[in-house]
């Protein structure tokens, strides 16, 4: 008996950790490392599971993530804090862009 896979929006098969993640019932975070955005109001930002800052200015932050790019926008940005594993961003956030 073979199996079939159901193709995503863009016809392309889920991988095979993703697939593993939805049939066990874990998040997709912890099996294949999605990024984890917290927003807190319009200040703070945290971004957990992210790669490195691609671009930082006070105004637009960028950040890699394992399968896209986050664009943060506003006023006085910064980074108030980062670990191998998190980041907090701190100002007046505009915008939240995600980039494939």
């Given at each position: 008996?073979?199996?079939?896979?159901?193709?995503?929006?863009?016809?392309?098969?889920?991988?095979?950790?993703?697939?593993?993640?939805?049939?066990?019932?874990?998040?997709?975070?912890?099996?294949?490392?999605?990024?984890?955005?917290?927003?807190?109001?319009?200040?703070?930002?945290?971004?957990?599971?992210y790669?490195?800052?691609?671009?930082?200015?006070?105004?637009?932050?960028?950040?890699q993530?394992?399968?896209?790019?986050?664009?943060?926008?506003?006023?006085?940005?910064?980074?108030?804090?980062?670990?191998?594993?998190?980041?907090?961003?701190?100002?007046?956030?505009?915008?939240i862009?995600?980039?494939?």
């Amino acid at each position: 008996m073979t199996r079939k896979h159901r193709a995503n929006k863009n016809n392309q098969i889920p991988e095979r950790g993703s697939r593993l993640a939805d049939g066990i019932g874990l998040p997709r975070d912890v099996s294949c490392g999605a990024a984890i955005i917290t927003v807190s109001g319009r200040r703070e930002l945290v971004v957990e599971n992210y790669k490195g800052i691609v671009s930082y200015d006070d105004e637009c932050i960028c950040i890699q993530t394992k399968d896209c790019k986050v664009t943060v926008s506003g006023c006085r940005l910064k980074v108030d804090y980062y670990t191998n594993e998190e980041m907090k961003i701190v100002g007046l956030i505009h915008q939240i862009c995600y980039e494939v």
